[in-house]
Structure formats: C-alpha cells, structure tokens
C-alpha cells in the first residue's frame, strides 16, 4: 500500500492532499469551535436576562414590601 502511495480506500496519500483522517479532524475542529461559539453566546444571553430578571424582581419586591408596611 504505501509502496503505490495510496491510503486507505484508494485516496491518493501526498502532500499536497489530505488524509482523510486529517480533514475530519479540522472538520470536526471547525464544528466544535462554531458549537462553543453559539453556546457561549447564548450562555452570555441567559445571564444577562438572568441579571435584568433580578434587578426587576428586587424592584418590585422592594415596592410590594412598601405597599405591604402600608396596609
């Protein structure tokens, strides 16, 4: 095999080609860093919803306590 420089399944095995073990790893690297992209993304979102939703709550749970003293 390595004699009529060909890989596996018939690929041509060179230099100037890759392997098709070394294009599913970029492949897979590419995925992996869009995935991680996306997922802190929405990561970041939810927390600043999560941030936003607490300042809201303790406004409003300061003024229910007010009206609450007032009854």
């Known amino acids: 095999m390595a004699e009529s420089g060909y890989g596996l399944a018939g690929w041509e ?6 392997s098709i073990s070394t294009g ?4 897979s690297a590419v995925l992996l860093r869009y995935h ?8 970041h979102a939810a927390n600043a ?7 809201f ?3 409003y749970q300061e003024k229910i306590d007010r ?3 007032n009854i």
């Open 24 to 27: 599913l790893r970029r492949a």
């Open 57 to 59: 709550y303790h406004y």
């Open 13 to 18: 095995w060179d230099r100037r080609n890759l």
């Open 36 to 43: 991680m992209k996306q997922w802190s993304a929405a990561f």
């Open 67 to 69: 009206l609450n003293k």
């Open 49 to 55: 919803a999560s941030v936003n939703n607490q300042y």
